[in-house]
């Protein structure tokens, strides 16, 4: 018997074919950090050029947010700005998965003041008097600054919500594993969020990952018992100079295999790295791009 096509039922079945390799299409999960965020959609933005095939589908939210994708297995890589904590790995484990860490980059968690702010070097022990629950420095005075513009002269105390991981590095960092944040802290759901608004404020200090820096803000180099102070940058937290410098990680359940393999190959690839470093964070080895 033969068979006679319309020419609509031709074109029907020509759409089918246009359409079924996009449905074939590989898309990797890609949430977490939210330091991380605007680099994982720009590695995912040009890998599509590279691997079109392929779809990383990035979202943010914080450190936290991934890591429980990651520990519910609904992700397939998680982006954190800190290390998974122990018992973040065991839930993770008593779910049937095997979290594996990589790392991607390294980053100097900058310090932010206002631009009026005439300080230039902070100590540890002051940004502890600052943010610290049992601190004394409620006012700039207390730490023998007078802000122009603050006419309050009170701190204004700007961190980030708990779910984040640079809000967990720079606790751990400044006020030690057991060490509280003080009540009252602004906490930002973005990093963006913390310099956009110490820009606005002149009796403000905030914390944030390095590339979020602008032209509109200072950064104050730190101070480490009584080290000499370092100021935030690429070469710094490439050699650890700075003290609060840190691992970027992204997570996956088990070795990468397949497509999520050859992403995280890429990402740690020359291209991969100077795409990072051109975002304003460290690549994990040197690097020569163009």
């Not at 949430?31 to 590695?43: C, E, I, M, P, R």
């Not at 980053?107 to 005439?118: E, G, Q, R, S, T």
């Not at 291209?271 to 690097?287: F, M, S, W």
Request: contains cysteine.
């Amino acid at each position: 018997m033969k068979i006679t096509f319309t020419p609509v039922a031709m074109l029907l079945i020509a759409g089918l074919l246009t359409v079924s390799p996009l449905q074939a299409r590989t898309v990797i999960q890609n949430k977490g950090s939210d330091t991380l965020v605007n680099v994982a959609q720009a590695w995912a933005e040009e890998y599509q050029k590279v691997k079109p095939e392929v779809a990383i589908a990035v979202s943010g939210g914080g450190s936290g947010t991934g890591i429980a994708a990651m520990i519910n297995g609904t992700v397939d890589i998680a982006n954190a700005s800190r290390k998974m904590k122990d018992k973040e790995i065991k839930m993770a484990e008593e779910r049937g998965q095997e979290p594996i860490q990589h790392v991607v980059g390294y980053d100097a968690l900058a310090v932010f003041i206002n631009k009026n702010n005439p300080a230039n070097e902070l100590s540890f022990a002051q940004l502890k008097d600052i943010y610290g629950r049992k601190g004394k420095a409620r006012k700039w005075s207390d730490v023998g600054i007078k802000v122009p513009g603050c006419s309050s002269d009170e701190i204004v105390v700007v961190s980030r919500q708990n779910n984040s991981g640079t809000y967990a590095y720079f606790k751990e960092a400044i006020l030690g594993k057991k060490g509280k944040y003080r009540s009252g802290t602004l906490d930002m759901h973005g990093s963006k969020d913390v310099v956009d608004l110490v820009e606005k404020t002149p009796c403000a200090i905030g914390y944030s990952g390095l590339a979020y820096a602008t032209e509109h803000v200072k950064m104050a180099c730190v101070s480490k018992d009584g080290g000499k102070c370092i100021s935030p940058s690429i070469d710094t937290a490439v050699d650890r100079s700075y003290p609060i410098a840190r691992p970027l990680f992204m997570y996956t359940n088990g070795e990468p295999k397949g497509d999520i393999k050859e992403y995280l190959d890429w990402i740690l690839s020359d291209v991969g790295q100077c795409i990072i470093l051109h975002k304003g964070y460290a690549p994990v080895t040197t690097v020569d791009c163009k």
